[in-house]
């Protein structure tokens, strides 16, 4: 069945940078696009950034835009998204979420990895 | 950017009633519409794509339908594990957005 698995949340200063990762397996990842949404405490969803399977395209939310990079390693079915210049307003649980074959939405999505910029 | 409007914020509905929540898109986004079903805790959980296709297992009382900037999401007969937050996501301009969320709740 197909897992994703984040990791690397946890508390940061702002200014800070951060680094998450996320484990694809039960699918064939290097075929897929990826993406990351992100949830505010108590709040929405917000699309953060997708890279589609051979990192040609990557597109990204305007408020991240030049301060995190989506990338992957498909030899080791992982996608990484390295966030820098952490603002409080990024805190937040950031999920790894699969593109479908319709392209752009969201068929399956890991459990979560919790992100706090706080002094 | 494409902004998504839903309506209500909450909906308080009984058990075996009917739940139409409505999205609104702040310009034409075709049939690129998507909802998500949302539980306290865990990710959210695709229902419907292309504004009106059902994801694979998703039951047949969840239906939506609507194109262009008027989407509604109807679930015919509310069973216990609906009740929940539901979003809809376009899908047809760059960024992607999401609506901020209709939450169903026991009446």
């Known amino acids: 069945q197909v897992q994703l698995v984040e990791s690397g949340g946890g508390v940061v200063q702002p200014g800070g940078f951060l680094r998450l990762s996320c484990a694809a397996s039960g699918f064939t990842f290097s075929s897929y696009g990826i993406h990351w949404v992100r949830q505010a405490p108590g709040k929405g969803l917000e699309w953060v950034a997708f890279?589609?399977?051979?990192?040609?395209?990557?597109y990204y939310t305007d408020s991240v835009q030049g301060r995190f990079t989506i990338s992957r390693d498909n030899s080791k079915n992982m996608l990484y998204l390295q966030m820098n210049s952490l603002r409080a307003e990024d805190t937040a649980v950031y999920y790894c979420?699969?593109?479908?074959?319709?392209?752009?939405?969201?068929?399956?999505w890991g459990q979560g990895t919790l992100v706090t910029v706080s002094s | 950017e494409t902004v998504m409007t839903q309506s209500p914020a909450t909906l308080s509905v009984s058990p075996g009633e009917r739940a139409t929540l409505s999205c609104r898109a702040s310009q034409s986004v075709n049939s690129n519409l998507a909802w998500y079903q949302q539980k306290p805790g865990q990710a959210p959980r695709l229902l419907i794509y292309e504004a009106s296709t059902r994801a694979t297992g998703v039951p047949a009382r969840f239906s939506g339908s609507g194109s262009g900037t008027e989407f509604t999401l109807t679930i015919s007969s509310l069973q216990s594990e609906d009740f929940a937050v539901y979003f809809c996501q376009q899908y047809n301009n760059w960024p992607l957005t999401f609506g901020g969320g209709t939450k169903v709740e026991i009446k």
């Open positions: 890279t589609d399977y051979g990192e040609r395209n990557k």
């Open positions: 979420a699969k593109d479908t074959v319709t392209m752009f939405t969201f068929d399956y």
